[in-house]
């Protein structure tokens, strides 16, 4: 299919580009609801994206102008081992302009880790619910478990994954929970809009006007 997709797009073959594009384009996440189903076990998961194919996806994606692939390649990229995006494999490697698109943008995705998705379990916020105000619950998770998520935080890319239960929730009432899952579910949705542009990629609706061009 990738042959067929660099000739028609070559040779302006609108029409079985647009085949091809169709057929690729459902394999690979380009929605936030698409990617919401990764984190509930429907479809393809992390694992099933071998670094192979996610080198072969950007450099297809290039050649053939179909940016709406790349946001979540880059992402799938930025969570390799730097010495591998900077290698690659036998069977493909990145272009040094992607390879640094890539690694620029591991730094921006743990900010926004840090920053917005992942936020709400760090600088937890007390419910208007609290069960234990005007004292906040959050204030009796001990110092060194809570050093420990932060540290993680900092190190593993997990950005737009979406946590089945809160951290350290034994700590902290059920309302302070459920308000810091909602906020986490809410960032999480944010860092994906965010997406493109962290690879320099502009926005979604830019990638969608770039393609169709």
């Known amino acids: 299919m990738s042959g067929i997709l660099r000739l028609s797009t070559k040779y302006h073959v609108q029409p079985l580009?647009?085949?091809?594009i169709n057929l690729l384009t459902p394999k690979i996440p380009t929605t936030y609801i698409w990617f919401k189903g990764l984190n509930h076990g429907r479809g393809k998961r992390y694992s099933d994206f071998p670094v192979d194919i996610c080198f072969q996806i950007i450099n297809l994606a290039r050649e053939a102008n179909v940016p709406e692939l790349l946001p979540f390649a880059f992402y799938l990229c930025a969570r390799l081992p730097t010495n591998l995006v900077?290698?690659?494999?036998?069977?493909?490697?990145?272009?040094?302009?992607?390879?640094?698109?890539?690694?620029?943008?591991?730094?921006?995705l743990l900010h926004a880790q840090r920053t917005i998705s992942y936020s709400p379990f760090i600088d937890i916020q007390q419910s208007a619910s609290c069960e234990t105000?005007?004292?906040?619950?959050?204030?009796?998770?001990?110092?060194?478990?809570?050093?420990?998520?932060?540290?993680?935080i900092f190190v593993e890319i997990?950005?737009?994954?979406?946590?089945?239960s809160m951290p350290m929730k034994r700590h902290v009432?059920?309302?302070?929970?459920?308000?810091?899952?909602?906020?986490?579910?809410?960032g999480c949705e944010q860092v994906w809009n965010m997406l493109p542009g962290i690879f320099q990629l502009g926005?979604?609706?830019?990638?969608?006007?770039?393609?169709?061009?």
């Open 17 to 20: 580009r647009q085949k091809c």
């Open 133 to 152: 105000r005007p004292s906040p619950c959050v204030s009796k998770i001990p110092a060194t478990t809570r050093i420990a998520w932060e540290r993680r």
């Open 203 to 213: 926005s979604w609706e830019d990638i969608r006007k770039t393609q169709n061009r």
């Open 158 to 164: 997990h950005t737009l994954e979406i946590c089945s």
């Open 86 to 108: 900077l290698n690659g494999t036998s069977a493909a490697v990145l272009s040094w302009k992607d390879r640094a698109i890539c690694l620029a943008g591991r730094a921006e």
């Open 173 to 186: 009432c059920t309302p302070c929970v459920e308000h810091a899952m909602l906020q986490h579910r809410e």
